[in-house]
């Protein structure tokens, strides 16, 4: 059986985004203000390992690992 014990795996965190330009709207308030937010700081990651893994060999066969960016509101997806 063939295993293979190490990998490097090259991790680059986001960048926070661009938050977003909104303003707050709600009835009989007539001049709301913004509500809008700045992005986030980003740079953070987590890895996790698997209990059950017994190999890494399919790192291998995968170049590039790409995850989406959240919504503007900050919540993950």
Same mark, same amino acid.
């Given at each position: 059986? =063939? %295993?293979?014990?190490?990998? =490097?795996?090259?991790?680059?965190?986001? &960048?926070? #985004? !661009?938050?977003?330009?909104? %303003?707050? @709207?709600? =009835? %009989?308030?007539? %001049?709301? #203000?913004?509500? $809008?937010? !700045? $992005? #986030?700081? $980003?740079?953070?990651?987590?890895?996790?390992?698997? &209990?059950?893994?017994?190999?890494?060999? &399919?790192?291998? @066969? @995968? =170049?590039?690992?790409?995850?989406? &960016?959240?919504?503007?509101?900050?919540?993950?997806?």
């Amino acid at each position: 059986m =063939k %295993f293979l014990d190490e990998a =490097k795996v090259y991790i680059r965190s986001g &960048d926070g #985004g !661009n938050g977003c330009v909104a %303003f707050r @709207r709600e =009835k %009989f308030i007539e %001049f709301g #203000g913004p509500s $809008g937010g !700045n $992005g #986030g700081r $980003g740079g953070d990651v987590i890895v996790e390992v698997a &209990d059950g893994l017994n190999t890494l060999i &399919d790192l291998i @066969r @995968r =170049k590039l690992v790409r995850l989406v &960016d959240c919504p503007h509101d900050g919540e993950p997806l």
